[in-house]
């Protein structure tokens, strides 16, 4: 697959610094997302991924250096980089009386676009029962429930926060491969991946660029 240099990239991290009073939990990271890449943000558990994620989605204020969404600054364009990336955070969580069909629809009016064939594609086979409520699923579940959620609006950007959490590790690698395969398979050069993960092996093969967190 070749990409263009002169293509936009859909990430940037320049100087990326988040301190939590003395303590610093991102140091001057500096990363590049070029579009159609499945990119690696790895490190052991406390490393800053998630604060990282954190600053580029406008969850967090960065103390010093500069994030980029889609060439824009997502604390000054926040509802124009919103439509364009689905975010599944380490910890899912959704109201407690919601079936996992009802998160679905709940999801699905926030979004212009919705695949509900890869829905019923994806339910079927991780073995989900939609009118199940999500509360009552074990954490692999909820996590399976919460990537199918974010698959079927397609959109240009997908950020997994350690999106193993919780399953089986027989099934970890096999479950990975579907969700990149089911993500990027219609449309791989505007389909863009980051995911952070402390698991390297998991991701061995699929990953076409990564930074690591240490220190």
């Known amino acids: ?9 859909v990430v940037e991290m320049r100087a990326l610094t988040r301190n939590f009073g003395k303590t610093v939990a991102v140091d001057q990271l500096d ?9 690696g943000l790895f490190g052991r558990n406390g490393a800053g991924k998630t604060t990282a994620l954190r600053c580029l989605l406008n969850l967090l204020q960065p103390t010093s250096g500069a994030v980029r969404l889609f060439g824009q600054d997502p604390a000054k364009d926040d509802v124009a980089t919103k439509g364009r990336f689905c975010y599944v955070p380490d910890t899912v969580g959704c109201y407690p009386w919601m079936t996992a069909q009802q998160w679905f629809e709940y999801v699905a009016s926030f979004r212009r676009h919705w695949n509900e064939t890869l829905q019923q594609e994806l339910l079927g086979k991780f073995q989900i029962r939609p009118n199940q409520k999500v509360v009552s699923m074990s954490k692999g ?23 193993t959490a919780g399953l089986d590790p027989l099934i970890r690698r096999e479950f990975i491969q579907t969700i990149i395969g089911a993500y990027m398979e219609s449309d791989p050069d505007n389909r863009t991946i980051l995911v952070s993960t402390h698991m390297l092996t998991e991701f061995e093969g699929l990953i076409d660029e990564f930074t690591i967190l240490d220190q």
């Open 1 to 9: 697959m070749t990409h263009s240099p002169s293509r936009e990239p």
């Open 31 to 39: 990363l590049t997302v070029q579009p159609g890449r499945c990119y």
């Open 141 to 163: 579940q909820q996590m399976q429930v919460a990537l199918i959620a974010a698959l079927c609006p397609e959109p240009e950007l997908l950020i997994l926060d350690e999106p």
